[in-house]
């Protein structure tokens, strides 16, 4: 009686579907770690817009910045939308509405700010690690302005 075993060539099939399944399973969760992360950055925004929204509301412009600044920076919290303009979380405030949040600052992710000269409309430049089609965004510097978000670097007055 002779016994049947898998061949040499059936074994390295097997072993070459595991490891195809295995790296489209390591390609996956890393591109859906992007994407999460790129979610995670337009919240951000969104809650500065919210920030700058009751600004506007409560001085009838936005806290003016004619040159580009960055509004998150390496400590977490410390930046805030105050009635009075930005401001740190330890120089305290009259009127606090907004911490400016700093997801993913590690990683480059900079929030870049600036107003017109009458401080009547804003920008703030961020990034994308990945396309998000469904809002016509792409990878890398985006920008939005006046709370509308819009793909490609802003462009900032010099």
Do not use: H, W
């Amino acid at each position: 009686m002779k016994l049947k075993g898998f061949s040499t060539v059936e074994i390295i099939v097997v072993i070459i579907i595991i490891l195809l399944l295995i790296g489209g399973n390591v390609f996956l969760s890393l591109y859906l770690q992007k994407k999460n992360q790129d979610l995670s950055v337009l919240s951000d925004l969104s809650r500065i817009k919210s920030g700058l929204d009751l600004y506007y509301s409560l001085n009838r412009t936005y806290p003016l910045k004619a040159q580009v600044v960055e509004l998150n920076d390496e400590y977490e919290g410390t930046e805030i939308i105050c009635a009075n303009g930005f401001g740190r979380k330890k120089d305290g405030c009259d009127k606090f509405l907004a911490i400016v949040p700093n997801t993913y600052f590690q990683q480059g992710n900079r929030y870049s700010y600036q107003t017109n000269e009458n401080a009547s409309s804003y920008q703030i430049q961020f990034n994308l690690l990945t396309n998000i089609s469904y809002l016509r965004l792409i990878k890398g510097p985006n920008c939005l302005v006046d709370g509308v978000i819009q793909s490609g670097k802003c462009v900032f007055n010099q």
